[in-house]
């Protein structure tokens, strides 16, 4: 036991450098530029014009620059952009269930189409999904205690301090994106060395019918809610081309992932910023569970009804 722990600690380290690397490359522009906007008063220029449109969402203005990052570049992008501009506990759990939703769109969409999905189709119900949980979530969800995980300066700061700040705030981000990192790989290759995914993806078969997906597509949904869309794209090919999924099963499997995968990462990452875990992961488990019966209930329609209803 002691042996398979010390090899996956060490062989979880060049993963988790690499990765790391990778994201603050990332993440740090974002972050610089975001903290610039605000600084010169841009992003209070542009909240101005799109006030109207957030607003109904409980937003500012400001924070669809965060939203476009996450969508763009991925959950870390949204993250790092968030702790640039000051947010109530539910703005910022709004905007995080906007990202979980819907980050990473032009790989991730990719990697749909490669399964077996239709690229936009994937891009355009993550995109409306968001909206649309953002819509719901700010009517139910209560005004939460606390304050967000802030690493700006204060408005009033002059360019130095807003740059010391900055630098500062960077240090801290990428300290804690390297713990997260290491953590993560730590787990996945302890699974792998001990031998429980397999045993895990037959457990969760049957929980597979309560999710409206096929039940042998279980490893599937479990490589994507470990793994993600984006590092367990690898996993999903390969069980495709070995035939254990066909592509219409795999494209039945997208429609739940879009909406709740990355599960365990997403969940610690939005934790470790104050975000309310119970919060994410009811929201994206319910919105996938209405996408994919939802799905399901227009395919039955279009068949008794072709003519009325159209193809979905």
């Not at 530029?33 to 008063?41: D, E, I, N, P």
């Not at 010391?164 to 990192?181: C, E, N, R, Y």
């Not at 309560?210 to 069980?239: D, Q, T």
């Amino acid at each position: 036991m002691n042996n398979k722990l010390i090899q996956s600690l060490r062989a979880a380290l060049p993963a988790t450098r690499k990765s790391t690397t990778w994201l603050l490359k990332l993440m740090i522009p974002i972050s610089l530029g975001v903290t610039l906007l605000q600084h010169w008063g841009v992003l209070d220029w542009m909240a101005g014009y799109l006030h109207p449109v957030f607003v109904h969402l409980g937003l500012p203005g400001s924070s669809a620059v965060i939203f476009l990052s996450g969508a763009a570049a991925g959950t870390y992008a949204g993250i790092a952009a968030m702790m640039a501009v000051p947010l109530t506990l539910k703005q910022a759990t709004l905007l995080s269930l906007m990202t979980a939703l819907c980050h990473a769109l032009p790989m991730e969409c990719e990697v749909n189409r490669r399964t077996g999905s239709s690229f936009w189709e994937m891009a355009v119900l993550r995109i409306t999904m968001a909206f649309s949980c953002a819509l719901l979530m700010n009517r139910l969800l209560p005004e939460l205690p606390g304050s967000f995980l802030y690493l700006g300066a204060a408005a009033d700061s002059s360019w130095g301090e807003v740059m010391t700040t900055w630098g500062l705030s960077q240090l801290k981000m990428a300290v804690m994106v390297f713990l997260i990192i290491y953590a993560l790989m730590v787990v996945q290759r302890l699974l792998e060395a001990y031998g429980l995914l397999q045993p895990l993806s037959r457990s969760l078969s049957p929980l597979m019918r309560v999710f409206g997906l096929p039940r042998h597509a279980a490893y599937m949904w479990l490589v994507g809610n470990v793994l993600g869309i984006s590092y367990g794209s690898a996993v999903m090919l390969e069980l495709e081309e070995q035939g254990l999924v066909n592509r219409k099963e795999a494209n039945a499997v997208n429609y739940h992932l879009i909406m709740n995968h990355s599960l365990l990462e997403d969940t610690i990452v939005f934790s470790l910023a104050g975000i309310p875990a119970l919060w994410l992961v009811s929201t994206r488990l319910l919105f996938a569970l209405a996408l994919v019966w939802g799905r399901k209930g227009c395919l039955k329609a279009w068949r008794r009804f072709p003519a009325v209803c159209g193809r979905p």
